[in-house]
């Protein structure tokens, strides 16, 4: 059974949709993450799901119970913020405990699960202070403990981790995926870093324009992108996509010299390949001008324009431009992704015959 299910759910503010007819389940123990831009309808989906807000059209089930009409109380889940939302005038022990005093939980067993949870989320030593004594990493743990004293096996998370530095962010990112594993909760987090959902995630639900993409395990979504938009959104870099034109013996770039990058129909169609995937040749493939070389430590990504499109190479340790910077591009079949450019979909590899750049002249 799934823990989560939500089907043909819609959410209008007025004429406006920003949520349009999505259907996802969510297994029992596993970390979701809904994935996309700012404004593609991810919080709000959370926030439906949480009973924040209420769904236009369709239903929400968590464990095979429709609990679409049901307030937040009633639906047993958690629920962490981007803003903390602490209580400045209490102590960490109170924010932790707040909702088992709402709830009218025994003080007795408050007091064990509080010992229980500030020994998991590493606050010992710190339930005497307030918030304002706190680093930012400490006040999400005690937003965290707050959420896992509840019991509740369902915990929804929007954005938790945006207002850290990137090494807390890090840091963050193993604790709290570390500590869903330890508890088996059931995990659905909202980001629009893909770090986070590459990390984490058993499973991402890329989400645009209040539409999903795709959705699959984040080895899918990065190897395997089903549209344009996947394929720009997942990568740092992304993966290059260049525009494709028919040269005389096959497809080129557009823009670019008549070198085949593959042995079909070029015009409408647009060519993908990861960066880490092109390597450098001296004598075959496609012939371009390294312009740009941003170092990055463990490798540098290179610039090249072709045409009036530019495509990123990444090779392993330091390249410094003017070494060698007339290069040819090579890359194998297996790595190419073909798409048609108007609709964004991408065309089967199966369905073309792809030559290997290099092979051409």
Known sequence: MSAIELKNITKKW?????????????????????????????????RMIAGLDTASSGTISIAGKDVTSLPPAARKISMVFQSYALF???????????????????????????????????????????????????????????AI????????????????????????????????QRLGMTVIYVTHDQAEAMSMADKVILLRDGHIEQV?????????????????????????????ANGPEGAVVLGGSDHVVFKGPGEGRVLGVRPEDISLSDDSGLLVELTAADYLGADTILNAPVGNQIIQIRVPGRYRLGEKNRVHLTWPQEAVHIFEKASGKKIENSNITTGKVGNAA
Not at 129 to 134: A, C, D, F, M, N
Not at 150 to 175: F, Q, T, W, Y
Not at 232 to 242: A, D, E, H, K
């Open 14 to 46: 007025g004429d406006v949709t920003a949520v349009d007819n999505i259907s996802l389940s969510v297994d029992e123990g596993s970390f979701v993450v809904l994935l996309g831009p700012s404004g593609c309808g991810k919080s709000t989906t959370l």
């Open 149 to 180: 004293i509840a019991e509740n096996g369902i915990c929804l998370m929007d954005e938790p981790l945006s207002n850290l530095d990137a090494k807390l962010r890090h840091d963050m990112r193993v604790e709290i995926r570390a500590l869903q």
């Open 88 to 146: 400045p005038h209490l102590s960490v022990a109170e924010n932790i405990i707040f909702g088992l005093k709402v709830r009218k939980v025994p003080a007795p067993i408050r007091q064990k699960r509080l010992e229980k949870v500030v020994d998991i989320v590493g606050l010992a030593g710190l339930t005497d202070r307030k918030p304002s004594q706190l680093s930012g990493g400490q006040r999400q743990r005690v937003a965290l403990a707050r």
């Open 216 to 244: 699959g395990t984040p080895e899918g979504l990065y190897g395997k992108p089903e549209t344009l938009f996947t394929a720009s959104f997942i990568g740092t870099p992304p993966m290059n996509l260049v525009e494709l």
